[in-house]
Structure formats: structure tokens, C-alpha cells
């Protein structure tokens, strides 16, 4: 295996601090050189955390004749032995299956193709589904359980939590039952492949937080009559006539009684998205924050702005309302209600999203969420971590930010605390894991106001552009700009398979 200078040199730390831990030099290698490929490089996975990826790599090794480095390593590394040999838990106490069925054994069976793809040759030794997956070495089905209609997540991998400690706290992470942790009304389960492996450590938040310098008024008394319907009763999608929430999106609701997309509003954001020339942009007054925050520190005067896409918005109903939870124009801020599975989506794409249920059109998924950071906050963690000068640079990011620029051009002149953006990569939730497809993913962004009236703030909420069916993968147009050479992170070579992938 060639590998890079830098890569050459993570190798060895990696290597070095695992032996001084009590692993054998030879296993290490070996399992490194499977990450490697795994992670195609990509360092970020297998140095998080201490090199937690490693470490359970090493730990989940069955062989016997490594068992006393295993126990020496665990002695060293202080982890919980018990949790690394724990069962395959199946709730209500029933023994693990190794047989599937349906469309079930089939998404893993190509999942296991993936896998195989991934891992050829003298590498990763992946099994085909239908032979390995039994045991406690595999995913597995509980027998009456279809995926498609279970209640409760059907499928189960063999590492119920991984743990570990870092600067001698314990912390655990990822529970394959689900990635959320509790923190969602519903659990989302991670379906790993055979090898074991989970995706790299993050918080799991389900409500965006402020990394620092952000300025977000949440006060009540900045929401005036025109922004809500404190006269209301009940829910307002019931009323004859739409109330004063329906102004924003040009005085109708944009959800149907079902909790769906209008399909007429729906058509104008995708309209939207796939023609966007077409469409109206505004240009920033003064400086543009995106214009600004590109030339960093230097004195050059920024370009100027290459303009903004008008989006539309949806004003949800809120607190000062005066309809109840269940109005049906609350929808966003319920949170995930989907079968939404993080899964391997393939070898050059990394892990993605998908639902476990057959999704209509205009259905919400789960919103973006994440560290809201001022433009320039990003900028500084974009260059620091990914810039020119550090090691990382030309490594792709495991998260996607997203500017929140869907209204700047209304307020005139921005401040920097109030041109803002969300980042997934330490703290997010689910929609980290969405992959990019360019132009005709099965998911769109769209903005969402919840509470507040200005739009500095809001949420960046996901709903499908046409009917899903279950265990497609969810994607969405990133909208980045592949040719920018002169971004501070560089863009990911494109594999979303699309005819107007722009990014190959
Ligand atoms: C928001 S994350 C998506 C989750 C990611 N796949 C993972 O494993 O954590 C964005 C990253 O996923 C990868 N990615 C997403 N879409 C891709 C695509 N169409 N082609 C190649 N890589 C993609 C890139 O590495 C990108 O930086």
C-alpha cells in the first residue's frame, strides 16, 4: 500500500501510540492498513477520539492467540472490557435470527456487495450478506419483524455501544440502536456492515446550538402581532381562511392537512433549485460576509457579491400563537417522525441516510442541525483545520456547513454576528450523514421560521421532492461549487451518479 508523507506519518504516531498501549506492532498494522482503505485516507475517522476507530478494531479481534495483547492493551487503554464482548441484545429478550427476508435481505445483501466492493484483494475480507450474516458478527432481523411496518427498529448490529476514554473520562458513543441517543422522539438505528465498523464520534443534537459568537434574539417581545396568530384556536390548517403565520408563504399554508408539502409550493422551490439562473437573486449592499470572509485577514477588498438565490420560506405557527402543538401548521419543529436508518452508503461516499418506509412527496425528513457560527467563525475552523497550511488540507470534511444567506439581502447591511451558518461536524444531528447529489436528489432544503420574525436565524428543514421508497438513500443538492478553487475546503470528488452531476 503507497501512502503519502503525511500519511506515512500518521501511520506511524497511530502505530506507535497503539504499541505503547500493548498491542502487537503486526496487528496494528494490519488493522490499520483496513481503515486506511476503509476511510480511503481519510484521517479524520481514524484519528478521532484517540484513535477510538482503531482501538475497537484491535479489541473486536476474535483471534485467540491475541488475547493476552487484548487484555494488555485494555489494562492500558483503561476501556470496559465488558462492553466489547457484550451480546447481540435483541429487545424483549428473543435469541438473534441469522436468516432475513424481503426487501430487507436484500438492502443488506447489496450493502455487503458495497462492503465487498470496498474491500477486495488481500484486504478487508467482506462476506456476501446471505452466507455471513449470522451470529453476533452480523445485522440481524428479528423474525416477525418487517422493516417496512415495525414500530420499533428491526435492525441490530453486533457492537451495542461503542466506549471509550478520552483524557480519563469515560464517554460513550454510538449506540447502534440508535444514533440519537434518546435525543429524537424516535430512535435511529445504524446499520453497520459486517466489519463492525460505526461512524466517527460526534455529539448527537437534535436542536441547533450556539457556538459562540452568534447573535440570535429568541425574545418573545420581538414577535409582534403581524408575526403570529395569537387570535387563533385549535389548528389553524382547519380554519376556513389561512391565519396571519400563511403571510410569509404568500398567504396560504404551505402544508396539507396531512402534514405534506403544498404540492404547488413544493413544484416552485424545486423549480427553484433545478433552474436557479432563472430565478431572482439580490446582491448585498455593502461588503458580502461570503465576499468578505474568503479574503480572511488580507486587506484586498473583498469581490464583490456574486449574488444570492431568493428562497422561499415557511413561517410555521409557535408559542405566542395562540393555536395548540397539534396545529398542523407546526410541522418542522416536531422533530424526525420517519424510519430513518444511517447506513454505508458506499465506498466513495461514506455513510448516508435513508428511511426504512416507503416516504410520499413533500414529507419532512429531519431538519439540519448543528453549531450555528458566525460566517467568519467557520471561515477560522475551515482554515485552521482544512486550510493550506495544515496537515488535513485537501481532505475531504466528514460534514457538509451550510450558509444561513436565504434572506441577508432584506436587512441591508450585515454585522458578522448576524450572517450565519450551520456546522454538523462536532455537534449534529442525522442530517450529517445526507450525501450530495447534484440537482435531482430525492430531498430539498428549505427554510423554515420558527421563532424568530427576522430571518438571520431559521431552519434549514429536509422534505422529499418526489415519493421515496424505503431504503433508497436520501440525498440532497449541496450547492456547492465544485470549480471553486479558491474555497478553503476543498469540494469532494462528486459520486452521486446523477446525469447533471457537476462534481466528476
Ligand atoms: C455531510 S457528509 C455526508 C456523510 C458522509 N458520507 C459520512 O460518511 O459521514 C459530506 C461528506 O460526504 C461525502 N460525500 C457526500 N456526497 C458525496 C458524493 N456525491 N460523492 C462523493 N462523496 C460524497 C464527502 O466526503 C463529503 O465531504
Known amino acids: ?84 464482548n457484550k451480546k447481540l441484545k435483541i429487545k424483549g429478550g428473543q435469541t438473534p435470527r441469522s436468516s432475513m427476508h424481503g426487501s430487507a435481505k436484500k438492502e443488506l445483501t447489496e450493502e455487503a456487495d458495497s462492503l465487498e466492493e470496498r474491500t477486495t484483494g488481500n484486504q478487508l475480507q467482506t462476506s456476501r450478506a446471505e452466507t455471513t450474516i449470522t451470529g453476533e458478527n452480523s445485522c440481524t432481523l428479528l423474525e416477525s419483524q418487517d422493516p417496512c411496518t415495525s414500530e420499533t427498529p428491526t435492525v441490530m448490529c453486533p457492537k451495542v ?81 389561512p391565519c396571519a403565520c ?10 396539507t392537512r396531512d402534514g405534506l408539502l403544498k404540492e404547488g409550493f413544493l413544484d416552485a422551490c424545486v423549480s427553484m433549485l433545478r433552474e436557479p439562473l432563472k430565478q ?7 461588503v458580502c460576509p461570503i465576499e468578505q470572509i474568503m479574503k480572511g485577514v488580507s486587506s484586498a477588498k473583498p469581490d464583490a457579491c456574486k449574488g444570492h438565490l431568493i428562497k422561499k420560506f415557511i413561517k410555521e ?14 410541522v418542522v419543529q416536531r422533530g424526525i417522525t420517519r424510519k430513518l436508518q444511517v447506513f454505508l452508503a458506499s465506498r466513495k461516499k461514506g455513510w448516508g441516510l435513508r428511511s426504512a418506509e416507503n416516504l410520499p412527496r413533500g414529507a419532512f425528513v429531519c431538519e439540519y442541525v448543528g453549531e450555528i457560527l458566525t460566517n467568519t467563525e467557520l471561515h477560522k475552523r475551515n482554515t485552521e483545520l482544512y486550510g493550506k497550511n495544515n496537515k488535513k488540507a485537501g481532505k475531504a470534511r466528514h460534514t457538509y456547513p451550510v450558509n444561513l444567506d436565504a434572506d441577508w439581502g432584506t436587512e441591508g447591511v450585515l454585522n458578522d454576528e448576524e450572517a450565519l451558518c450551520l456546522d454538523g461536524t462536532f455537534y449534529g444531528n442525522v442530517a450529517r450523514f445526507m450525501n450530495h447529489r447534484c440537482i435531482d436528489g430525492n430531498i430539498i432544503a428549505i427554510p423554515v421560521e420558527v421563532e424568530t420574525p427576522d430571518h438571520h436565524y431559521y431552519h434549514l428543514a429536509f422534505f422529499t421532492t418526489r415519493e421515496v421508497e424505503a431504503f433508497e438513500e436520501l440525498t440532497w443538492d449541496y450547492g456547492i461549487d465544485f470549480d471553486d478553487v479558491n474555497h478553503p475546503v476543498k469540494a469532494f470528488k462528486c459520486h452521486c451518479g446523477s446525469t447533471f452531476c457537476r462534481g466528476r
Request: charged share 25%; with cysteine.
Open 161 to 241: 455501544l461503542g466506549s471509550n476514554r478520552h483524557n480519563g473520562i469515560k464517554r460513550q458513543y454510538h449506540d447502534v440502536n440508535d444514533i440519537t441517543r434518546g435525543e429524537e422522539c424516535v430512535s435511529i438505528p445504524i446499520v453497520c456492515g459486517e466489519d463492525g465498523v460505526l461512524p466517527p464520534p460526534f455529539h448527537y443534537i437534535s436542536q441547533n446550538t450556539t457556538f459562540q459568537d452568534a447573535c440570535i434574539n429568541l425574545s418573545l417581545a420581538r414577535i409582534g402581532d403581524e408575526n403570529c396568530c395569537s387570535g387563533c384556536f385549535g389548528d389553524c390548517l382547519a380554519e376556513p381562511l
Open 1 to 84: 500500500m503507497e501512502l503519502s508523507r503525511i500519511s506515512t506519518e500518521k501511520f506511524d504516531d497511530a502505530v506507535k501510540s497503539m504499541t505503547d498501549a500493548g498491542f502487537l506492532k503486526e496487528t496494528v498494522e494490519q488493522a490499520l492498513k483496513k481503515l486506511i482503505i476503509l476511510y480511503e485516507e481519510n484521517w479524520e475517522h481514524i484519528e478521532a477520539d484517540n484513535y477510538s476507530t482503531l482501538v475497537e478494531a484491535l479489541l473486536g479481534h476474535s483471534d485467540p492467540k491475541q488475547a493476552g495483547q487484548k487484555k494488555r492493551a485494555e489494562k492500558n487503554l483503561n476501556v470496559d472490557s465488558d462492553h466489547y
Open 317 to 330: 405557527c409557535w408559542i405566542k400563537c395562540g393555536c395548540t402543538r397539534n396545529c398542523g401548521n407546526r
Open 246 to 255: 400563511a403571510r410569509e408563504t404568500g398567504g396560504d399554508f404551505a402544508y
Open 280 to 286: 431572482p437573486h439580490f446582491y448585498c449592499k455593502g
